[in-house]
């Protein structure tokens, strides 16, 4: 199982693109992301696109597109200047909210220090660090990048890392060294299936 990352491998390393709408650093506005399915103010399987766009700002793409469980529509923000999101993947942007049956279903956030975990964990955070605020151990799967996923009856949070290296040959073994890379929030009743190891 492959996590799709065709079009959008490089956006982690891009130059930040414009404005993400989120609020000045010092903004009164949370951008907590919670395993039962919290992001800010917003709620998977509440949330409709006008809130959407009232909590993070006039998005950079707005596309309607169709993934392996249903149609979707996603607000996307730091995206490259003509974004498309190819059918069934993942929308070229560092931030994007996916809505499905017109709430939200899916949010994810790579590379953007604005969000963190509600146990304390950013994007950034090192893998050592990211271990003792979770009580997990990051593993290497046989096909993903490392990662940890964290459960809810309403939603799993999946916790990407990059860098850092194996203890072992196999897969299984630890993740030594590296940091928080991404989040993936997904709904379980309105993932837009665009996502693999996620």
Request: glycine share 14%; proline share 5%; net charge positive.
């Amino acid at each position: 199982m492959r996590w799709r990352r065709t079009a959008w491998t490089g956006i982690v390393a891009a130059a930040f693109l414009g404005p993400i709408g989120l609020g000045s650093p010092g903004a009164a506005v949370s951008h907590v992301i919670g395993v039962g399915g919290a992001v800010g103010p917003l709620q998977l399987d509440r949330s409709d696109r006008a809130q959407v766009i009232a909590y993070a700002g006039r998005p950079d793409a707005d596309i309607r597109s169709r993934g392996d469980a249903s149609r979707y529509e996603v607000l996307g923000y730091g995206c490259p200047q003509h974004v498309r999101s190819p059918l069934d993947s993942l929308i070229d942007c560092r931030t994007g909210f996916y809505l499905v049956r017109g709430k939200l279903g899916l949010f994810f956030a790579l590379a953007h220090t604005h969000y963190s975990e509600s146990h304390g964990v950013a994007i950034g955070t090192a893998t050592g660090r990211a271990e003792q605020l979770l009580h997990r151990k990051v593993y290497l799967g046989p096909h993903c990048e490392p990662w940890l996923e964290l459960q809810s009856k309403k939603a799993r949070l999946a916790i990407f890392f990059d860098g850092g290296n194996s203890n072992s040959y196999q897969p299984g073994g630890l993740l030594v060294g590296g940091h928080v890379d991404a989040f993936y929030l997904h709904s379980r009743d309105r993932d837009p299936g665009v996502t693999d190891c996620s």
